[in-house]
């Protein structure tokens, strides 16, 4: 049986006796043996609408029949002459109401990226986001299913382990040492240093210029790379650098790449796995899908036990492994949107420098009131200082735009606005405000 070539159909496929990768994959999601699948396929009791077109994208093939957990599948789309969110929303709620159990996406028409953003529940500009297949809802997390091999594909590692976001990880990872001097870029992201703080941990914050020189001293070191919020990236060669002191002490370096994925050539995850050295890695920024609660830890094999028992079991829920897994393989996706996120932090940066938020001018005393400067940015966020800050963040607020307000020193982070609607709305928000 050829298991590689692709046929033109799955039916033609079946009916010559071979078992294509759908096949495959079907009969893997129905606990089933592949031969079961292509049989009633070529007999026409079920039917896997995977042709190499779809095959070609991001498709997760799914049998539909009498024999298997779909048996109601529902075609919409909207089309050249008619096109509509309300109209195309009002169709799944009709077909859902009816008893599908899955709804294919045959659209050709306008408004495409528009209404599959508002049917998946996906925010413009994340990561799309299908149609969650209904038997998923109604599984416990498998933890071999496919989730852990699209991670090591995408990261280039083989030592990992998926947690409830890379908070879960955060949280935990206190819990494995006894009492020790932690060492944290300061500022940066606040959970590290609570989360080790709660534990017993002796925290120090640091400065980004000097965090480089703290592995002679500190038991762990933990850096966010780039800095949250101040957008300073760490090379690989001072991290691992930085990393062997620590280890040859039995200490540990922590380094927290939520934001590395518009840049992974920077990260540390093919570094691993290395005694001593934790890669936390996350699927709610670059990806957009926060709300999955999906991230992985990177590490020893030692620690992901340890880490495992901590957590316990099921710690993601079976629709965000499938959102995720089908996400990490999306890699033209994932291309497309590293090419589009430099240009689109370049206009932020502009148009907080046309509103006096950004001066390109050197690191200098706190500017004043009414006065900017950017001390750092990535393609994901900009970073502003300015000692009014506070004026600033809730006078945006007001008007519905949400920044990240920080105190030490007063700055603000700026995300990226998720599309063309959301570029207008800021503008306007930024031309009313009063310095």
């Known amino acids: 049986m050829d298991h590689t070539t692709a046929p033109e159909t799955q039916l033609t496929a079946a009916r010559k006796g071979q078992i294509s990768g759908a096949m495959l994959r079907v009969a893997a999601r129905e606990n089933v043996t592949a031969e079961f699948i292509r049989d009633e396929v070529a007999r026409g009791r079920m039917i896997i609408p995977a042709n190499v077109n779809h095959l070609a994208k991001r498709l997760d093939p799914t049998g539909i029949g009498k024999t298997v957990t779909t048996k109601v599948n529902v075609n919409l789309g909207n089309s050249q002459i008619v096109s509509g969110v309300e109209l195309e929303v009002e169709k799944v709620r009709l077909a859902e ?12 028409g306008n408004m495409i990226r528009e209404i599959r953003g508002v049917l ?21 997390p498998q933890d071999d299913d496919e989730l852990n091999a699209a991670a090591q594909a995408c990261y280039g590692t083989t030592n990992l382990l998926a947690v409830a976001g890379s908070q879960a990880a955060i949280q935990a990872l206190p819990m494995l040492r006894p009492p020790a001097q932690v060492a944290l870029v300061a500022p940066s992201y606040a959970e590290h240093a609570h989360a080790w703080q709660r534990h017993g941990h002796q925290v120090i914050g640091v400065p980004a210029t000097e965090i480089l020189q703290t592995g002679m ?29 620590l280890a040859a002490r039995g200490g540990w370096l922590v380094v927290d790449e939520a934001f590395i994925d518009a840049t992974p050539e920077h990260s540390l995850a093919s570094a691993c796995p290395r005694p001593g ?23 020893e094999e030692t620690i992901l036990q340890a880490l495992a028992e901590l957590l316990g079991p099921w710690a993601i829920a079976a629709p965000s492994r499938h959102v995720a897994t089908l996400a990490l393989r999306d ?9 589009s996120l430099l240009p689109a932090s370049q206009r932020l940066a502009e148009l907080l420098n046309t509103h006096g938020l950004i001066s390109p001018s050197s690191p200098a005393p706190l500017p004043q009131a009414g006065e900017g400067r950017n001390f750092g940015s990535s393609s994901l966020f ?3 200082c300015c000692a009014d800050a506070a004026s600033v963040h809730q006078q945006l607020a007001r008007q519905g735009i949400l920044t990240r307000l920080y105190d030490a020193p007063s700055s603000l982070r700026f995300g990226l ?10 503008a306007e928000a930024l031309s009313r405000m009063k310095r």
Not at 127 to 140: A, F, H, K, S, Y
Not at 331 to 339: C, F, I
Not at 417 to 426: G, K, M, N, Y
């Open 331 to 339: 890699t033209a996706w994932q291309d497309a949107t590293r090419k």
């Open 97 to 108: 109401s009816l008893g599908a159990d899955t709804i294919m996406d045959l659209s050709t």
């Open 277 to 299: 050295l934790v890669v936390l890695r996350s699927l709610g920024k670059f990806f957009g899908l926060a709300g999955a609660r999906v991230g992985f830890v990177l590490a």
């Open 217 to 245: 001293t500190a038991q762990v070191v933990v850096i966010v790379n780039p800095n949250n919020p101040t957008g300073k990236l760490f090379s690989v060669d001072e991290l691992l650098h930085l990393h062997a002191q």
């Open 382 to 384: 900009q970073w502003v």
């Open 120 to 140: 998946s529940l996906a925010p413009s500009g994340g990561w799309p986001v299908p149609i969650v297949p209904g038997d998923i809802w109604q599984r416990l």
């Open 417 to 426: 606005p998720r599309d063309e609607a959301q570029w207008v709305r800021l």
